[in-house]
């Protein structure tokens, strides 16, 4: 049985949010050093500088797709529900569930299901875009049945 659309989306915003929070706690923590460091001579400042700059700038680029995807997740229409696969359907094969919204892989539901989180972007897409109940699509070389659209 399909999981509850309300819930999915709530279980990823919550997981996005977890990321948001996360990245940002790192770069504050990056900042911090920086900022130490100017204080400190005693040792090869530029050196850790450059490392600590670098890791700042890793997770400003995690943030930034960490924000792109909550943005995705607003887009999503959680009253609608359509009988071909599109953004914003939840799918269920003979193998998992599928919730077409941002690339944030696998989020377990309350009653201990998970469900895959996948992007337009993913090849998957592209071999289940459009389908139906009932149609079906090779991955890694066998061929699954979509049982359930929503």
Known sequence: MIPNKTQLFNNCLDAVNKKIQRYK????????SMEANDVHTDYDEEGSKGE???????????????????LTLTKIDREHYSESIKFGSIIETEERYYFIACALGEIKMDDGSSVYVISTEAPIYEKIKGKKAGDTFMLNEKEIEIIEVR
Request: charged letters at 35%; proline letters at 0%; aromatic letters at 12%.
């Open 52 to 70: 600590l700059l670098g890791d700042f700038e890793k997770y400003a680029k995690y943030l930034d797709t960490a924000q792109t995807m909550k």
């Open 25 to 32: 706690a790192e770069m504050d923590t990056i900042k911090e």
